[in-house]
């Protein structure tokens, strides 16, 4: 942008500032297109697990309506002209601030995350450690809407989704530190350019480092599915014990700021588990042409086929009840992350050294 700026006769600063804005509005609708792919995605795949075709009518008046391809667009019309109802009881500011509270750590939280080779909207030493860093504030935002709502069942609803967030942050961390480990690095695209290389035609990424690889990938992906809060982690909403937990008294597009916010997670878990586990945008066979497929495209697949698992987990598994959801993470989750690390400690002493 420097150079850029100096070739046109341009203020450097505004240049650079019109390119961060740029950079902004690119990350924000990726979450808000992520909203209604996501959302369509999820019913069509929830109704073949169950045995349904899901979403089929709504499209163009005329015919052209792939499996329903509008429906989420058009239940976003239909939240945008509902009533937004405040409790009595409420503490309207805070009630209101909530649902901001929830999403908008969520969109910062994408700046470094790589979406191909160098394809981030910011290049940062500590990726790793900012990403979790705001992704953790979103559980304040949780609390907020439990205790602003004046209701019993939201107050238990936000102090359960504190408890459980607060819980799986720990094994979802240290899942992660035998990739830096490996990888010498916090920064997601270096964690990402480790992986480059084939063993005998087997793709060197993580995932595939006998036993620490494997190991890790599943504690990270199970705390990913538990922090956004769907089943079998659904406590904080719970509907046949809490109605809706946290969000219960909300209603329009505040509601679907929470909902936009748990997409936007599953989005988030999925680019890390691509970068941390799968090799980033690499191809994984070496050969042409798939060697000659976009780093971006690959990227996005693995993605993809990353939230296939969300999806697939949530309507699949019963959900757990708060004590067993509480012993999993403090008594399984936990110890085997700190194993794994031992693990990957020896790895590096013996065979990687």
């Known amino acids: 942008m420097t150079a850029f700026a100096a070739a046109k006769g341009l203020p450097t600063l505004a240049v650079e500032a019109v390119w961060v804005a740029i950079k902004v509005l690119l990350v924000v609708h990726v979450v808000l297109i992520n909203g209604l792919w996501s959302i369509w995605w999820e019913r069509k795949v929830s109704a073949h697990i169950q045995t349904r075709v899901g979403p089929t009518y709504a499209g163009s008046p005329k015919g052209w309506n792939f499996h329903g ?65 705001f992704a953790g504030i979103s559980v304040i935002g949780v609390v907020m809407a439990g205790w602003a709502s004046g209701n019993k069942y939201s107050l238990l609803g936000g102090l359960r989704g504190a408890a459980q967030i607060v819980s799986y942050e720990l094994p979802r961390g240290f899942s992660v530190v035998p990739v830096l480990m490996f990888a010498g690095s916090l920064d997601l695209q ?106 971006w495209m690959w990227m996005l697949g693995k993605a993809m086929l990353m939230m296939f698992v969300f999806l697939w987990i949530r309507w699949t598994l019963p959900r757990f009840r708060v004590d067993q959801l509480m012993d999993f993470t403090w008594k399984f989750l936990l110890p085997w992350s700190f194993a794994n690390i031992a693990i990957a400690g020896l790895y590096l002493a013996f065979w990687l050294k």
């Open 69 to 133: 391809w509008a429906q989420t667009a058009l239940d976003g019309v239909k939240l945008f002209l509902k009533e937004d109802v405040t409790p009595a009881a409420a503490d309207k500011w805070v009630h209101a601030l909530a649902p901001a509270m929830v999403v908008a750590p969520c969109i910062i939280a994408f700046a470094p995350v790589s979406f191909g080779d160098n394809l981030a909207a910011a290049n940062l030493d500590i990726g790793t450690l900012y990403v979790f860093a």
């Open 190 to 295: 270096t964690i990402a350019d480790a992986q480059a290389g084939y063993w005998h035609g087997i793709p060197r990424w993580f995932i595939f480092y006998p036993v620490v690889g494997q190991l890790a990938f599943v504690i990270f992906l199970i705390a990913s599915v538990a922090e956004t809060n769907r089943t079998p982690f659904d406590i904080p909403e719970a509907e046949s014990e809490l109605v809706s937990g946290f969000h219960t008294e909300y209603s329009g597009m505040k509601w679907s700021i929470f909902f936009l916010a748990e997409y936007a997670y599953v989005l988030l878990g999925s680019f890390l588990l691509a970068t941390f586990f799968l090799g980033g945008g690499a191809s994984p066979i070496d050969a042409v042409p798939f060697t000659l497929i976009p780093s």
